[in-house]
């Protein structure tokens, strides 16, 4: 079992609806969590952290963590076609270097 | 603009052929971690820094590779004797310790022939 899991996709949404991302890790010592949004041939742009458990809000993005279900997602409103890429998630599992999923593919079409 | 630069941007190297790469953060980061990307896959784990301390390496990183970073600034990864399965995209990403958040260079990608 990896350690940090993402459904690889692609997750296709219409344009202006709410894309939920998910991501489950196993490592229950983990303390804060990374999405990362990655545009083929380009690397990882960090778009948004969490530490604690429940909802964080920037702009359209909302980051929500429940640590009891060992359970990570994003939700990206009002969904633009700029934001179709693969959106990477990422966790401290115990040490400082990030442990990555294989990331998620979003389509968000016009 | 992270304010990370990496040289080269792109390598295309024959098998058994070193290679160094290099990265540069615009200002001072207590740590740096260098990270490998393959297709499809998201970035693995090779080896931090804090300051000139190279303080955790990864399994991956083989005999073959070696980092350094002399000054606690720029740091080099090399990889000698390169093979055809070191072909990835080479990330690193110093930490914002304020906010313990790293943020990722462009990448070095190499292409073993």
């Known amino acids: 079992q990896k350690e940090v899991e993402q459904n690889s996709g692609p997750l296709s949404v219409p344009e202006g609806a709410i894309a939920s991302l998910n991501c489950t890790y196993s490592?229950?010592?983990?303390?804060?969590f990374f999405w990362y949004r990655q545009y083929s041939g380009k690397s990882p742009e960090l778009i948004m952290f969490?530490?604690?458990?429940g909802d964080k809000e920037d702009g359209r993005f909302t980051a929500q963590l429940n640590k009891a279900s060992q359970y990570v997602s994003l939700l990206i409103r009002d969904s633009q076609p700029s934001d179709s890429a693969t959106y990477l998630c990422?966790?401290?599992?115990?040490?400082?270097?990030?442990?990555f999923g294989s990331g998620t593919r979003l389509q968000v079409q016009p | 603009d992270t304010g990370v630069s990496q040289n080269p941007r792109h390598k295309i190297t024959k098998r058994g052929q070193n290679v160094t790469f290099r990265c540069d953060p615009i200002s001072e980061h207590n740590r740096l971690y260098w990270y490998r990307q393959t297709l499809g896959q998201g970035p693995e784990f090779l080896t931090y820094?804090?300051?000139?301390?190279?303080?955790?390496k990864s399994r991956l990183l083989s005999d073959r590779f070696s980092a350094e970073r002399p000054k606690g600034s720029f740091s080099t990864l090399e990889i000698q004797r390169t093979e055809q399965g070191d072909s990835a995209m080479y990330l690193c990403?110093?930490?914002?310790?304020?906010?313990?958040?790293?943020?990722f260079g462009p990448g070095t990608r190499l292409t073993v022939l």
């Open positions: 490592d229950r010592g983990s303390q804060s």
């Open positions: 969490i530490y604690s458990n």
């Open positions: 990422a966790g401290n599992t115990g040490r400082r270097a990030l442990t």
């Open positions: 990403a110093p930490d914002r310790e304020s906010t313990d958040t790293q943020y």
């Open positions: 820094f804090q300051n000139e301390a190279q303080l955790e």
